[in-house]
């Protein structure tokens, strides 16, 4: 199994909503990531996750809450969420950093999210 | 630091012609180097990957070999099909223990029948 897969495919929500995003991955591996992507633009790292705890935050702001809960799953928190944050939420995983020859991430199909 | 400059778009073909993408890098180190592609409404795909000096990474008939004397990791094909339109992002990745992954700004291929 080769798949990131990430849920809701769309979410639609106000600004003082909380709602939750999902990514889970059957590959094994220890490293997993959220970034951002806005239209006509590449990803943003927004953080890393390396064997369930945080390695890095891209200074995000604190609206977003990224949670690991164990080594397949990973999750964004979102609360009191701005308009400019609308767009589309990428999550990915890799084997662990270290000395490998290269870590090649495999991305999931992303939630498009539209903030009213 | 590390960067990636990738060939401004859009770039509109016609099917069957030949496409070049071209993409430089600045790193330090010895980056391994990935295209990505990049489907309407969907996530990232990685379509090749170089992890040395003079390796060609090859997939569904695109290719990039990794050029370290002119630090460039070009994307060719040879005859574009219309599924080919998409969004292609270079990357590199720098190799000293983050994982990091360091994003061109992406090139959009449109392919016209």
């Known amino acids: 199994d080769t798949e990131v897969t990430q849920t809701p495919k769309h979410l639609v929500m106000g600004m003082t909503n909380k709602k939750s995003l999902k990514c889970e991955q059957h590959m094994g591996h220890r490293a997993m990531y959220w970034y951002k992507q806005k239209a006509k633009k590449p990803p943003e790292l927004m953080f890393v996750?390396?064997?369930?705890?945080?390695?890095i935050n891209e200074s995000v702001p604190s609206r977003f809450s990224p949670e690991c809960p164990n080594s397949s799953l990973l999750n964004l928190h979102l609360h009191a969420l701005q308009p400019e944050d609308s767009a589309l939420y990428l999550c990915?995983?890799?084997?662990?950093?270290?000395?490998?020859?290269?870590?090649?991430?495999?991305f999931g199909p992303g939630t498009r999210l539209t903030v009213l | 630091g590390n960067s990636v400059t990738q060939m401004e778009g859009p770039v509109t073909l016609s099917e069957e012609a030949f496409l070049t993408i071209n993409c430089t890098y600045t790193?330090?180190?010895?980056?391994?180097l990935f295209w990505y592609v990049q489907y309407p409404g969907e996530g990232l795909q990685l379509l090749l990957k170089a992890t040395k000096a003079d390796d060609k990474g090859s997939n569904k008939g695109f290719e990039a070999t990794y050029r370290k004397e002119t630090t460039s990791f070009h994307l060719e094909k040879g005859s574009v099909q219309v599924s080919d339109s998409a969004v292609y992002f270079c990357?590199?990745?720098?190799?000293?223990?983050?994982?990091?992954?360091?994003f061109g700004t992406g090139t959009r291929l449109t392919v016209i029948p």
């Open positions: 996750y390396s064997y369930e705890k945080l390695s």
């Open positions: 990357a590199l990745n720098d190799q000293t223990g983050a994982n990091n992954l360091f």
């Open positions: 990915a995983s890799s084997q662990a950093s270290g000395r490998a020859i290269y870590n090649e991430q495999f």
């Open positions: 790193a330090t180190g010895y980056p391994s």
